[in-house]
């Protein structure tokens, strides 16, 4: 209450609390550790290539090469002035993230040195000659070393089994794991509980994944004179933990393989087992990373739950109507024209959730981060011959990675379409057409090689070849089909028009699927838990296997570990692995040599 003469003081109002100012955004996302996938991705166009600007040129007779624009759905994109293509924009940041998410197996592991610090060999590794000597080992069965430059005397880690109860049994159990056997069935073939069986699940995927990555980095320096890589996807079920939550999970794995060899470089599922769904949730809406657009956000690459919410209520899956080839292809284009992201292939439907631990990759992300992968690790390549399946997300992912190949004429892409729904008669006949028609043309022409029948025929079909699309792509009949690919269409992404006719034939004759194909067979046919799942009436579109995993971590040990016994373990007809055709082995290895390595 006032006292004496004084009026009464009011205190005055507060000005209002105002958020920090955002920076403006940059016109398109910027560049991140050399990635920038923002362009034109029509190979015949003069801006192929070349990113968009951050910001747009002003003045009189300013001219830009591009336009930013909205799609329907309110994505930013951008169009090419010169060809009027489309593109979305993506997150140069994101695809840098997937692509060293792919590649940090490769890093080698801290190396066993003198542990004083002041010694000359302190960053000197065990095995370096005149460095150390054998010292005999510990109680525990540790090498003991001693250091020629101080004398110190240190253990290096022992066998990796050290600790394991029963190491006699690793063999067997990783024989089974790829060997469809259930878990439930190892465990009782190994005669161990299943929480032995998980254990050496883990710790057969952590020797496999060192294994790989001591012979994989030998691959940037080995030099290559072509490369016949085939890409394709492949879906993973993953069963439901809980009864009051059916819903599947529901992932994707992108596999490339050298035809000529059968090595698979890499099979990559849009999965990141590292990523804490809970912090990166909180840590968005610190940054109300929600209310940018997506490709602007810190987390493009991943599927935050309120956007994963949003894309099931407008999903709307357009399915294909054809029944021949040429309807196939055609309902491919049709479908990847009518979504909101041209480049995206993913729309999860009310049966699918995200996983509980680890987190979901926008599939998109994952597939240019598996090319840029692939551009890393294999640095001394002469030619590049890329032979796709019909997705336009694979498209985008290998014609902007290798877009400085592209236009220097040592790369070249392929769409490649198969019906897969014929027969074992149809197949048959599809054979015996195609072998009437090789021996006609070489009845015809007695003093050709077989190679010169093959340019012949492949060139008379080039003759023919129909458009299809959007984008009037040229798809060419495959004239000489096999029984594994008894159907086959093809249309050459990246024709300049400066091939002759006999070597686009051959290129042509060339395109297959096979590689990557017979992978997916094989671990289809090897892995219980990546064995195709059922749809059951009694769950309403839902799926459930009693074979398939509950966790996503162990599809990717599963892969992980399929993905180096074929490379490296399993022979062909020819008495060779993958990994001794491309020059990483010289024999081929036994299960003990994974087991005990490092």
Request: hydrophobic share 35%; with cysteine; charged share 20%.
């Amino acid at each position: 209450m006032p006292q004496g003469n004084f009026p009464a003081l009011t205190p005055a109002p507060l000005p209002p609390i105002s958020p920090p100012a955002q920076p403006p955004l940059p016109r398109v996302p910027l560049d991140h550790d050399g990635v920038q996938v923002n362009f034109c991705k029509n190979p015949t166009c003069a801006n192929f290539g070349v990113p968009i600007a951050a910001t747009a040129a002003r003045g009189r007779g300013a001219v830009n090469p591009y336009t930013v624009v909205a799609s329907g759905a309110g994505l930013p994109m951008g169009r090419c002035n010169a060809c009027n293509e489309h593109f979305p924009f993506k997150s140069n940041r994101g695809i840098a993230e997937e692509r060293d998410r792919m590649a940090a197996y490769l890093v080698p592991i801290g190396a066993t040195t003198c542990p004083t610090g002041t010694c000359a060999n302190h960053a000197v590794p065990v095995g370096t000659p005149g460095a150390y000597q054998a010292y005999g080992t510990t109680k525990g069965g540790s090498r003991r070393w001693r250091c020629c430059a101080c004398g110190k005397t240190f253990s290096a880690s022992a066998r990796p089994t050290l600790r394991q109860r029963q190491p006699s049994k690793n063999r067997l159990i990783f024989k089974l794991l790829i060997n469809k056997s259930p878990l439930n069935r190892i465990a009782e073939v190994a005669e161990v509980n299943i929480g032995t069986v998980f254990h050496r699940l883990h710790f057969i995927h952590e020797q496999c994944v060192a294994f790989a990555a001591d012979r994989e980095r030998r691959l940037a320096t080995l030099p290559i004179e072509r490369l016949y890589i085939s890409v394709d996807r492949q879906d993973h079920i993953i069963n439901w933990q809980a009864r009051k939550d059916r819903r599947n999970i529901v992932l994707s794995t992108v596999g490339s393989v050298d035809n000529a060899t059968g090595y698979c470089f890499g099979l990559h599922l849009n999965y990141d087992p590292s990523s804490d769904p809970a912090r990166v949730e909180a840590e968005a809406l610190a940054l109300n990373d929600q209310a940018l657009p997506a490709p602007h956000r810190r987390f493009s690459r991943l599927w935050l739950q309120a956007d994963y919410d949003l894309a099931v209520r407008q999903s709307r899956k357009k399915q294909p109507t054809g029944t021949s080839l040429t309807a196939e292809i055609d309902d491919a284009y049709r479908i990847a024209q009518a979504r909101p992201d041209i480049e995206s292939p993913e729309a999860p439907s009310k049966d699918e959730r995200l996983p509980i631990s680890g987190m979901q990759t926008r599939l998109e992300y994952t597939l240019y981060g598996h090319f840029m992968f692939l551009h890393s690790l294999l640095r001394n390549v002469g030619k590049w011959r890329f032979f796709l399946d019909q997705d336009s997300g694979i498209r985008a992912a290998c014609l902007a990675t290798f877009r400085e190949e592209i236009t220097g004429r040592t790369c070249d892409a392929f769409f490649v379409r198969i019906n897969k729904d014929l027969g074992i008669d149809q197949k048959r006949r599809a054979c015996i057409a195609a072998d009437r028609l090789f021996a006609a043309e070489r009845a015809a022409h007695p003093g050709m090689k077989d190679h010169e029948i093959v340019q012949e025929i492949f060139k008379r079909q080039m003759a023919s070849m129909t458009p299809h699309g959007r984008w009037s792509d040229r798809w060419l009949a495959h004239p000489l089909p096999t029984i594994s690919e008894p159907e086959l269409a093809i249309s050459y992404l990246t024709d300049f028009g400066d091939y002759d006719p006999n070597h686009l034939a051959l290129l042509y004759a060339k395109a297959s699927l096979h590689g990557v194909d017979s992978l997916f067979n094989q671990l289809r046919r090897r892995s219980s838990m990546l064995e195709r799942s059922l749809h059951l009436r009694s769950n309403a579109g839902r799926i459930w296997s009693g074979y398939a995993p509950y966790r996503p971590e162990h599809t990717v040990a599963i892969l992980d570990i399929l993905r180096t016994a074929h490379n490296f373990i399993w022979v062909g007809d020819d008495g060779m692995t993958p990994a001794m055709r491309i020059g990483l082995a010289k024999a081929p290895l036994d299960y003990e040599d994974i087991i005990h390595f490092g």
